[in-house]
């Protein structure tokens, strides 16, 4: 699908330089879900109809991309006359004497494909939408006009695509993070930066209280960390030489610190505090360590993509013979979660060495076979993705599927000889002498905040009882019922369910049409006859009405369904 989508991005610009003359091409890539090109040239909405329009002109020519060689002077003297300057700057970049274009019909682009055999294979196609995107992503650049699009081998393909993008939309935990009160982003203080509200300070908790949990039963220790250290720390690391970009530095009296982006230094610091026997390892520290990392503003995007977070980070120091049954149990524990939380499908890729690295080949090698060796012992399918581990080391990245199957960010394990080299950490091993430990970096879930996107997304703001801010909101018809409700509501609230009481003066449907919004489970619902019998009428959010109960019988029907992380 990639040559596909690619090919289609070539067929609009291809539309697009036929009505706009004088339009700057910039790229034009095949994506995860379609394909984009940026142009510097004034398109609105209403140009996407005109553009549509004549690409299914060209489509219908079942025109042939030809591929085209030229040496680089060739090149050069083409776009120069054409006035393609970012073409140019793309050019200066390729270091083969020989660049490859594509022609089809009139068109001609700088590209190096592959694409289809003819435009007529494309049967169904869609442009999504525009949105404004810097040259080569830097903010010192001019903003070019961005086109995505979508297009398949069928109708059929391109409807269904359309439906789940609708599908999406109504998903969107933007939307509904505002709309359920769980958070919200301020202008004033700064983009990429999260504010729970007293509902999404809930979620998160009961998230975090989970978490605690079960990294005690697999024997992690907890830590906490400062937020800032100094800046050699992160020299020593390799920070500051592989991922500057990224980071806030901060100066004050003459010294240099950083805002930390990792957690990793400081639990080597605590690792470093004491000498540590062969006896002691495996050791694993545990942080719910806030980092924050610089992001474009253009790439942010509500809890996906922030500045600041907090990650469920561990670091394992082990020895190497106990490399591969750590990063097993590791494996097991990031399922389980996943599985906890309703997510049962995922893929699973092993992220080789990138192109600027620390630390020798030899090691970077015993770092990637043991971590195959796991995928493979453990039966799991999973994908190479070359050269997208992390400076210090290869890693697994596994990335959940939500009802939409679409994929997600979640738990990733990975292997650093390096670090613990850096850092000259060491164990006293059982003959007496000194040894250097391996270190594992792990998440399970990964980021909170993108965690939170996702399962929002997931259940489309319809929380698991277990996890919804308001467990259950009692709704009495009129003020009559009042004395009871505030009886059944501190009855559920001694009883840990979380639960709220609608006191308005608004009629009953009305009352039930707002708690719907809210995605609430549970609507105890009193009038006279359950305020007279001391029962509770209960309406399930997917359910219905489910029914009159006692207040003993309903909460131990609450208690079971948070149990069961219903």
């Known amino acids: 699908m990639e040559a596909f989508w690619h090919s289609t991005s070539h067929i609009m610009a291809s539309a697009v330089s036929k009505i706009f003359k004088d339009v700057k091409l910039g790229m034009g890539p095949p994506i995860s879900d379609g394909f984009y090109y940026d142009f510097d040239c004034h ?30 002077d060739e090149a050069k003297k083409y776009l120069s006359k054409e006035g393609q300057s970012y073409k140019l700057e793309i050019l200066d970049e390729i270091k083969d004497n020989e660049v490859s274009f594509f022609q089809n019909g009139d068109f001609i682009d700088l590209c190096k494909g592959p694409h289809i055999e003819r435009t007529g294979e494309i049967k169904a196609f869609k442009l999504l939408r525009l949105a404004g995107a810097y040259w080569r992503g830097s903010e010192k650049n001019p903003m070019l006009t961005r086109i995505y699009g979508i297009s398949f081998k069928s109708q059929k393909e391109l409807d269904d695509y359309l439906l789940k993008i609708e599908e999406a939309k109504k998903r969107d935990h933007r939307v509904l993070g505002e709309q359920l009160g769980l958070f919200n982003i301020y202008d004033e203080v700064g983009g990429g930066l999260i504010f729970y509200h007293p509902k999404g300070n809930i979620l998160r908790d009961e998230i975090i209280y989970f978490l605690k949990k079960e990294h005690r039963k697999r024997g992690y220790l907890e830590l906490t960390t400062p937020h800032i250290g100094k800046k050699s720390l992160w020299e020593t690391s390799g920070h500051c030489d592989y991922y500057k970009e990224n980071m806030y530095f901060i100066k004050k009296d003459d010294e240099d610190y950083v805002l930390k982006p990792m957690n990793c230094p400081g639990h080597i610091m605590v690792y470093k505090s004491t000498i540590r026997s062969y006896s002691e390892l495996p050791l694993r520290f545990f942080e719910l360590g806030t980092v924050y990392r610089y992001e474009r503003s253009g790439v942010l995007h509500g809890l996906l993509r922030v500045r600041g977070f907090t990650q469920d980070d561990a670091h394992i120091f082990c020895r190497e013979e106990q490399l591969k049954d750590e990063i097993k149990g590791v494996c097991k524990f990031a399922f389980d979660m996943l599985s906890s939380f309703g997510f049962k499908e995922y893929d699973v890729y092993l992220s080789t060495k990138p192109e600027k690295y620390v630390g020798s080949d030899e090691i970077w090698d015993l770092a990637t076979n043991a971590l195959r060796d796991v995928l493979k012992e453990e039966c799991l399918n999973f994908s190479i993705d070359e050269g997208e581990g992390v400076f210090y080391g290869p890693k697994i990245d596994i990335k959940l599927k939500d009802a939409l199957g679409r994929h ?11 670090l613990p080299k850096r850092f000259d950490i060491s164990y006293m091993g059982n003959d007496g002498k000194k040894h250097q430990p391996v270190m594992i970096h792990r998440v399970v879930l990964g980021s909170l905040e993108r965690f939170m996107g996702a399962l929002i997304e ?10 919804s801010p308001i467990q259950v909101l009692i709704l009495p018809i009129t003020d009559n019922q009042l004395d009871y409700a505030e009886k059944i509501e501190k009855g559920l609230l001694d009883e840990g369910i979380r639960a709220e009481l609608d006191k308005r003066s608004e009629r009953l449907q009305r009352k039930i049409k707002d708690a719907y919004n809210m995605k609430i489970p549970y609507l105890a619902i009193i009038g006279n006859k359950e305020r007279e019998g001391e029962k509770i009428s209960l309406r399930h959010r997917e359910k219905g009405d489910i029914g009159t109960f006692t207040m003993d019988d309903f909460i131990s029907l609450v208690k079971e369904g948070i149990a069961k992380k219903a």
């Open 458 to 467: 997931h259940y489309a703001g319809k929380l698991p009882l277990w996890l």
């Open 408 to 418: 997600w960010q979640g738990p990733t394990i990975q292997v650093d000889f390096n």
């Open 43 to 72: 398109i609105t909405e209403d140009d996407l109809v005109k553009i549509e329009e004549e690409m299914r002109k060209i489509i219908k020519e079942n025109l042939h991309f030809e591929k085209i060689t030229m040496t680089k």
